[in-house]
């Protein structure tokens, strides 16, 4: 996969069976392809479910909380799944990336917030790789930490800039 990046692309009709034909094992993090799709759509108000993919070939799904209410003061997403076929290839770090340039490019927040569970080594690996820090535990579960990066200079809480 050297030399490419993947891209975002908004679920729609055209590509809604690709994206629930996708299949993962294990859904010991995330849900699967079906349950994703299901949750973006119970919080569409809010939230965007969207295929990470390579060319024209649907590798995973996330759901980015891409439109924030007033009083919200960090982009977040959830639910970010590499389907099995395409694991360890680097796709979920692509993702990452895709995901900080989005939101950089919208603007609407200064800082991504994520929470992801204390067991789940290869994510935070991804996470920390691209300066995201650890600020605290979440409030609804301890096994969960909250993780935070600051999109420009400006942000709050003294974060370092990606880069990206």
């Known amino acids: 996969m050297t030399g490419r990046m993947v891209e975002l692309r908004e679920v729609d009709r055209t590509n809604f069976n690709d994206c629930t034909a996708l299949e993962r094992k294990s859904n010991l993090y995330v849900g699967d392809a079906v349950y994703i799709l299901a949750q973006a759509y119970i919080y569409r108000q809010n939230s965007t479910a969207y ?30 799944f590499v389907a099995d076929d395409f694991l360890g290839k680097g796709y979920g770090n692509q993702a990452v990336e895709a995901i900080i340039r989005k ?10 917030e994520i929470q992801v569970h204390h067991s789940n080594q290869i994510a935070k690996k991804i996470y920390e790789k691209l300066r995201f820090v650890k600020v605290g535990t979440a409030k609804w579960d301890e096994g969960f930490e909250v993780m935070r990066l600051k999109l ?7 974060l370092q800039d990606s880069g990206l």
Do not use: W
């Open 51 to 80: 295929a990470i993919c390579d060319n024209d070939t649907i590798v995973g799904l996330v759901i980015l909380l891409d439109r924030p209410e007033a009083d919200d003061k960090y982009y977040s997403f959830t639910e970010l």
């Open 103 to 112: 939101f950089r490019a919208e603007g609407l927040r200064n800082q991504v």
């Open 152 to 158: 420009r200079d400006g942000a709050e809480d003294g």
